[in-house]
């Protein structure tokens, strides 16, 4: 078997409205055998892997994969299983799975669910090999496999802390973007973004953090304004805390000025030889030790945010309790059996481990793995509390006394932090705290929930509410509407239609699609980011209050689109163009990749769908949101019909733009007020409008706003580069635009008898990637509008040089254009050149652009060099 792609599509997708691996996949061999004809293939695979019983498959309940198994199912199917089943066992579960065959045969396309990235592309690679493990009969270390995944899924997966405050913003309504590969999360869109890393926020004071860090200096700000701390000073050599020691009296508590997560404490040290190790422990994270007295009472950690004391919990540093026969080794093992226990933040509690803390308090305690502790007995394996090393937490939250709450509500102004954990040391909260029998031992900035969210003993407290209503109050508007438009053709010029409209209604839009990425109209990056990453640095953009989003199919397939929902999804058309390419083998298939964006609109959005193209309104199914239709035919049955129930379309009447619903019918404009229509020549650019105008009414733009922004929207350079720019050179004219497939220039050939009696001569190119008969249609549809064609080459894609413009110029000449009014020449600017050689008064030049800003510089300097610079058109570049 070989894996021949695989990627992770990382948003809402063809096969999935989560992210998912793709994973397409050529069975070889075993295309001629299923499972049920390997011999003793499933016997192994259910022994290797016991938990694929809890697999319903297509039957719908337990048990049902493995009935599919022993009836005879594809291996690439059992891999989508396997890869599913690897990541549950590592503590990812996932549910979801599909297998599609191709028109290859033994190749098939496997997606699946996964949660981490790093950990799902690998259970796919190791399914497949698991897979054909078994049925080559040999052995296979799937314990390996999963310890490598939990490795992953530990590096990569967001901690329980900040995951909380993500599904809690997601609960309300507040996307996520993962920053970067640790905890740094963009909470919202645009404007109305805050950032968060684990528990601090793009507010908490970095003052107030450095304080926390400086234990010391936090002891003395305490202090100060009458808060319990425990005695201590700083040594900087033992000689130093030996000092300190004597003069505190034994026991002490040896910590690092600067640390955390418990390392370099040590609790409790009696004598001076006990001091000397944990000093060395201590220095070896910072050269400044605090040597404090320590306190007796129990450990609890209370959380304060916002001002307010959200939970407490009292916490015990992992232990174990003899039972007179076992030995310490034994009772560990026997600990860490608890379900409840996992590696890292995989459970509820974490495992213990025997480290370096807990050898040193052997040492001290005179013990060793191999001792039998008596029954009852308890020993402590580490000197701190933390959950990550073992530790448990019950919840107290309801024992806190008023008096203790109001001083750790205190404590978090003093220090400065809207997000703050407080250690105290007391015999328990639920009493004022008093100086010498209780004291605050240390603050953190940053602090854990997962205590909190899931306490060993005691009641859940979901903390992550009060520190998302701190960054979001409820009462506040945290909402960027997300325009996502898409389609064969003219997505590009409704994309940008829309913006223009939103920025001239006072709005701060950005923009991303084929020609690159704005803010509010102004270009920050070229090229075309019509795909997630497009998306993704609009909607980082921290001065935007609109996002509009050019959606092309290539993006949607190789990486999912780059955001969850949508508040309007405008579906323009279907059109043959891409088929063949990127497993896309049928217009059907595409059509069901371009419906993604509809699919994801909010069911209190708007979905804008053309009533013209069947199959667009054959996917009406699966749209989201309120449906409005636009329409060129005003008696459009579909149009009717949604009329007739109550809908809202937007249609083409009498040359009028006009939205009938069951309100009173509006009026916007006429079609000679829409520059972009070329006096009504344009059709398809009436299209766009009508779509455009759906849209913004759908979002609740007001009549007037919307006829502002489509009458000063022009097909000029510098408002929709390279889509119908008309450029007047006097005695003849030239039109740069991005038409690169059948439908575009047959919709040119509607316009161009408008424009001029003379010779119609095209700079044209075919695209590589598409498939031979493609490109033939592509020559014949030039042939049937053109009488001069200059063929380039400026996107071979794969191909020999040339070899798409012989197949564009056979299909014109076979459809009997004149061999000998097609040129080939396959450099861009040269064949730019010639047609300007060529050309005639009355003449009318169409240079299909493939890069925009190049070929539009290119088409400038001819006309200064014809018409001078002083006359160079000021909206060009």
């Given at each position: 078997?070989?894996?021949?792609?695989?990627?992770?599509?990382?948003?809402?997708?063809?096969?999935?409205?989560?992210?998912?691996?793709?994973?397409?996949?050529?069975?070889?061999?075993?295309?001629?055998?299923?499972?049920?004809?390997?011999?003793?293939?499933?016997?192994?695979?259910i022994?290797?892997?016991?938990?694929?019983?809890?697999?319903?498959?297509?039957?719908g309940?337990?048990?049902?994969?493995?009935?599919?198994?022993?009836?005879?199912?594809?291996?690439?199917?059992?891999?989508?299983?396997?890869?599913?089943?690897?990541?549950?066992?590592?503590?990812?579960?996932?549910?979801?799975?599909?297998?599609?065959?191709?028109?290859?045969?033994?190749?098939?396309?496997?997606?699946?669910?996964?949660?981490?990235?790093?950990?799902?592309?690998?259970?796919?690679?190791d399914?497949?090999?698991?897979?054909?493990?078994?049925?080559?009969?040999?052995?296979?270390?799937?314990?390996?496999?999963?310890?490598?995944?939990?490795?992953?899924?530990?590096?990569?997966?967001?901690?329980?802390?900040?995951?909380?405050?993500?599904?809690?913003?997601?609960?309300?309504?507040?996307?996520?973007?993962?920053?970067?590969?640790?905890?740094?999360?963009?909470?919202?869109?645009?404007?109305?973004?805050?950032?968060?890393?684990?528990?601090?926020?793009?507010?908490?004071?970095?003052?107030?953090?450095?304080?926390?860090?400086?234990?010391?200096?936090?002891?003395?700000?305490?202090?100060?304004?009458?808060?319990?701390?425990?005695?201590?000073?700083?040594?900087?050599?033992?000689?130093?805390?030996?000092?300190?020691?004597?003069?505190?009296?034994?026991p002490?508590?040896?910590?690092?000025?600067?640390?955390?997560h418990?390392?370099?404490?040590?609790?409790?040290?009696?004598?001076?030889?006990?001091?000397?190790?944990?000093?060395?422990?201590?220095?070896?994270?910072?050269?400044?030790?605090?040597v404090?007295?320590?306190?007796?009472?129990?450990?609890?950690?209370?959380?304060?945010?916002?001002?307010?004391?959200?939970?407490?919990?009292?916490?015990?540093?992992?232990?174990?309790?003899?039972?007179?026969?076992?030995?310490?080794?034994?009772?560990?093992?026997?600990?860490?059996?608890?379900?409840?226990r996992?590696?890292?933040?995989?459970?509820?509690?974490?495992?213990?481990?025997?480290?370096?803390?807990?050898?040193?308090?052997?040492?001290?305690?005179?013990?060793?793995?191999?001792?039998?502790?008596?029954?009852?007995?308890?020993?402590?394996?580490?000197?701190?509390?933390?959950?990550?090393?073992?530790?448990?937490?019950?919840?107290?939250?309801?024992?806190?006394h008023?008096?203790?709450?109001?001083?750790?509500?205190?404590?978090?102004?003093?220090?400065?932090?809207?997000?703050?954990?407080?250690?105290?040391?007391?015999?328990?909260?639920?009493?004022?705290?008093?100086?010498?029998?209780?004291?605050i031992?240390?603050?953190?900035?940053?602090?854990?929930?997962?205590m909190?969210?899931?306490?060993?003993?005691?009641?859940?407290?979901?903390?992550?509410?009060?520190?998302?209503?701190?960054?979001?109050?409820?009462?506040?508007?945290?909402?960027?509407?997300?325009?996502?438009?898409t389609?064969?053709?003219?997505?590009?010029?409704?994309?940008?239609?829309?913006?223009?409209?939103?920025?001239?209604?006072?709005?701060?839009?950005?923009?991303?699609?084929?020609?690159?990425?704005?803010?509010?109209?102004?270009?920050?990056?070229?090229?075309?980011?019509?795909?997630?990453?497009?998306?993704?640095?609009?909607?980082?953009?921290?001065?935007?209050?609109?996002?509009?989003?050019?959606?092309?199919?290539?993006g949607?397939i190789?990486?999912?689109?780059?955001?969850?929902?949508?508040?309007?999804?405008?579906?323009?058309?279907?059109?043959?163009?891409?088929?063949?390419?990127?497993?896309?083998?049928?217009?059907?298939?595409?059509?069901?990749?371009?419906?993604?964006?509809?699919?994801?609109?909010?069911?209190?959005?708007?979905?804008?769908?053309?009533?013209?193209?069947?199959?667009?309104?054959?996917?009406?199914?699966?749209?989201?949101?309120?449906?409005?239709?636009?329409?060129?035919?005003?008696?459009?049955?579909?149009?009717?019909?949604h009329?007739?129930?109550?809908?809202?379309?937007?249609?083409?009447?009498?040359?009028?733009?006009?939205?009938?619903?069951?309100?009173?019918?509006?009026?916007?404009?006429?079609?000679?007020?829409?520059?972009?229509?070329?006096s009504?020549?344009?059709?398809?650019?009436?299209?766009?409008?009508?779509?455009?105008?759906?849209?913004?009414?759908?979002?609740?733009?007001?009549?007037?706003?919307?006829?502002?922004?489509?009458?000063?929207?022009?097909p000029?350079?510098?408002?929709?580069p390279?889509?119908?720019?008309?450029?007047?050179?006097?005695?003849?004219?030239?039109?740069?635009?991005?038409?690169?497939?059948?439908?575009?220039?047959?919709?040119?050939?509607?316009?161009?008898?408008?424009?001029?009696?003379?010779?119609?001569?095209?700079?044209?190119?075919?695209?590589?990637?598409?498939?031979?008969?493609q490109?033939?249609?592509?020559?014949?549809?030039?042939?049937?509008?053109?009488?001069?064609?200059?063929?380039?080459?400026?996107?071979?894609?794969?191909?020999?040089?040339?070899?798409?413009?012989?197949?564009?110029?056979?299909?014109?000449?076979?459809?009997?254009?004149?061999?000998?009014?097609?040129?080939?020449?396959?450099?861009?600017?040269?064949?730019?050149?010639?047609?300007?050689?060529?050309?005639?008064?009355?003449?009318?030049?169409?240079?299909?652009?493939?890069?925009?800003?190049?070929?539009?510089?290119?088409?400038?300097?001819?006309?200064?060099?014809?018409?001078?610079?002083?006359?160079?058109?000021?909206?060009?570049?």
């Amino acid at each position: 078997m070989k894996v021949l792609e695989h990627r992770a599509l990382r948003g809402p997708n063809r096969y999935s409205r989560y992210q998912a691996i793709f994973m397409l996949l050529d069975i070889g061999a075993y295309e001629q055998q299923p499972s049920d004809t390997i011999d003793g293939f499933t016997d192994r695979l259910i022994a290797l892997i016991p938990t694929l019983h809890n697999h319903g498959c297509s039957v719908g309940g337990p048990g049902g994969f493995i009935q599919r198994l022993r009836r005879g199912t594809w291996i690439g199917h059992i891999a989508e299983h396997v890869a599913l089943e690897l990541q549950c066992l590592a503590g990812m579960e996932v549910g979801f799975g599909k297998t599609y065959d191709t028109n290859d045969d033994g190749i098939y396309k496997v997606v699946y669910r996964y949660r981490v990235e790093s950990a799902g592309l690998k259970a796919g690679e190791d399914a497949v090999a698991l897979v054909q493990a078994m049925a080559e009969n040999r052995p296979y270390d799937i314990d390996a496999v999963i310890a490598h995944l939990k490795d992953l899924r530990e590096s990569d997966l967001l901690g329980p802390s900040t995951n909380s405050i993500v599904e809690e913003a997601k609960h309300r309504g507040i996307p996520a973007i993962r920053l970067n590969s640790d905890s740094h999360v963009q909470l919202g869109y645009g404007a109305k973004q805050r950032h968060i890393q684990a528990t601090m926020t793009d507010r908490t004071s970095a003052i107030g953090v450095e304080i926390a860090d400086e234990k010391f200096r936090t002891k003395e700000r305490l202090s100060r304004a009458g808060i319990p701390t425990p005695d201590g000073r700083v040594a900087t050599s033992l000689g130093q805390a030996t000092g300190i020691a004597d003069d505190l009296g034994y026991p002490v508590a040896v910590k690092p000025e600067i640390g955390n997560h418990g390392r370099g404490i040590s609790a409790r040290v009696s004598d001076a030889s006990e001091l000397a190790t944990a000093f060395v422990s201590a220095v070896a994270i910072c050269s400044s030790v605090i040597v404090e007295k320590t306190m007796t009472g129990f450990d609890f950690r209370v959380l304060v945010i916002d001002g307010n004391l959200v939970a407490a919990a009292r916490r015990e540093p992992a232990h174990i309790v003899g039972d007179g026969t076992s030995t310490v080794q034994q009772l560990i093992n026997h600990v860490n059996a608890d379900p409840r226990r996992g590696i890292g933040h995989e459970r509820v509690l974490t495992a213990i481990s025997i480290d370096h803390m807990s050898q040193r308090l052997l040492a001290f305690q005179d013990r060793t793995l191999d001792d039998v502790l008596a029954s009852g007995e308890k020993l402590y394996l580490k000197s701190t509390a933390n959950l990550s090393t073992g530790g448990t937490a019950c919840d107290v939250t309801d024992h806190v006394h008023q008096d203790a709450r109001l001083m750790c509500e205190r404590v978090a102004r003093i220090i400065g932090m809207d997000c703050i954990g407080i250690d105290i040391v007391a015999p328990g909260l639920d009493q004022p705290l008093s100086h010498g029998s209780a004291g605050i031992v240390e603050v953190n900035a940053a602090p854990g929930f997962r205590m909190h969210l899931a306490p060993t003993e005691g009641q859940a407290r979901n903390v992550a509410k009060p520190f998302v209503d701190m960054l979001f109050p409820p009462a506040l508007d945290t909402h960027v509407p997300i325009i996502a438009v898409t389609g064969t053709n003219g997505k590009t010029t409704t994309a940008k239609l829309i913006a223009h409209t939103l920025k001239y209604s006072g709005h701060m839009v950005g923009f991303a699609g084929t020609t690159g990425v704005a803010i509010d109209g102004v270009e920050i990056v070229a090229g075309d980011y019509s795909g997630p990453e497009g998306s993704s640095i609009v909607l980082r953009e921290p001065t935007i209050d609109h996002a509009v989003l050019e959606i092309a199919r290539g993006g949607i397939i190789r990486r999912g689109l780059g955001f969850d929902t949508c508040d309007v999804g405008v579906f323009l058309n279907v059109g043959e163009d891409h088929i063949g390419t990127d497993g896309v083998e049928d217009l059907e298939e595409l059509s069901l990749v371009k419906a993604t964006v509809i699919e994801v609109v909010k069911d209190t959005g708007v979905s804008v769908l053309n009533a013209d193209d069947p199959i667009v309104v054959g996917l009406a199914g699966r749209a989201g949101g309120k449906i409005i239709y636009f329409s060129l035919q005003p008696k459009n049955e579909t149009i009717r019909q949604h009329l007739s129930t109550g809908g809202t379309a937007v249609v083409l009447q009498d040359g009028n733009l006009v939205i009938h619903s069951p309100e009173p019918t509006i009026h916007v404009s006429s079609v000679l007020e829409a520059p972009i229509t070329m006096s009504g020549a344009a059709i398809f650019n009436i299209a766009n409008v009508l779509a455009g105008v759906a849209a913004l009414h759908g979002l609740g733009l007001s009549v007037d706003m919307i006829r502002n922004g489509i009458s000063t929207f022009h097909p000029s350079a510098s408002q929709n580069p390279g889509r119908m720019n008309l450029i007047d050179f006097v005695t003849f004219k030239v039109i740069v635009d991005y038409g690169h497939n059948t439908p575009a220039v047959q919709a040119m050939g509607h316009v161009l008898p408008h424009l001029t009696k003379g010779q119609k001569i095209v700079v044209a190119h075919g695209t590589g990637s598409r498939v031979d008969t493609q490109l033939r249609a592509f020559g014949l549809a030039l042939s049937e509008v053109y009488d001069k064609i200059i063929l380039a080459d400026a996107d071979p894609r794969g191909r020999k040089p040339g070899a798409t413009s012989e197949l564009v110029r056979s299909g014109a000449v076979d459809n009997g254009f004149a061999p000998g009014a097609v040129d080939i020449i396959n450099n861009p600017d040269t064949a730019l050149a010639r047609a300007f050689e060529i050309v005639q008064p009355g003449d009318l030049i169409v240079v299909q652009v493939n890069e925009v800003e190049p070929m539009l510089r290119a088409v400038m300097a001819h006309f200064a060099r014809i018409a001078g610079p002083a006359r160079l058109p000021e909206a060009v570049p």
